[in-house]
């Protein structure tokens, strides 16, 4: 009987061409890079805080009530600001 790779399978299951090769291994490594980079992204996500209104809106408020812009300057501006 004559051995065959490093484990007596020709291979398939070490090092060599088989099922288990190193595109396998490779795949594999892939794999599971991609799914840490997805879960950490999604932890990241969830742990920040949500971004809060800049307060532009109010600040827009106080220079209309202190009379320093028009009503229609307010409105204009309050329709770009998406609010």
């Known amino acids: 009987m004559m051995f065959?790779?490093?484990?007596g399978f020709g291979g398939c299951f070490?090092?060599?061409d088989g099922f288990f090769g190193p595109w396998m291994m490779m795949g594999t490594g892939v794999l599971l890079l991609a799914a840490?980079?997805?879960v950490a992204v999604i932890l990241f996500?969830?742990?920040s805080p949500k971004k809060k209104?800049?307060?532009s809106l109010e600040l827009l408020k106080l220079r209309y009530a202190k009379?320093?812009?028009s009503e229609e300057e307010?409105?204009?501006?309050?329709?770009?600001l998406g609010k």
């Open 14 to 16: 070490g090092y060599g």
């Open 45 to 47: 996500r969830m742990a």
């Open 4 to 7: 065959r790779g490093y484990n």
């Open 53 to 55: 209104d800049d307060g």
């Open 74 to 80: 307010y409105l204009k501006m309050k329709k770009v």
């Open 67 to 69: 009379g320093e812009i």
């Open 36 to 38: 840490v980079i997805i």
